[in-house]
């Protein structure tokens, strides 16, 4: 979409190993493509900030990207047990800015 993303080292860690039991490691391969071909864009303001959510769902499981002001914020697949998370409607607020058709 054209805008630079930051991914800290801190981030990475706070993303990715603290959450080992959820394999995120295995979604780095598919964030480039999240960012580049998503299904919906979510925008909000928070705290003075823009935060930005973008999911594209694979294997009928949304993985989600955010982030605040250009810095990646989080990443993970939306699902628990292999159930979608319950979690995953809160995560469509804000304005719509993009939805694939």
Do not use: C
Request: charged share 30%.
């Amino acid at each position: 979409m054209g805008t630079e993303i930051k991914f800290s080292e801190y981030k990475y860690v706070h993303t990715v190993d603290h959450h080992k039991s959820e394999k995120r490691h295995e979604l780095i391969p598919n964030i480039k493509d999240i960012f580049q071909s998503p299904d919906e864009i979510w925008a909000y303001r928070n705290k003075g900030k823009l935060d930005t959510i973008y999911i594209k769902f694979y294997e009928d499981y949304p993985y989600v990207i955010t982030t605040s002001d250009d810095a990646v914020d989080n990443f993970y697949r939306a699902d628990k047990g292999g159930k979608l998370n319950p979690l995953t409607e809160g995560l469509r607020q804000g304005t719509l800015l993009f939805r694939k058709i």
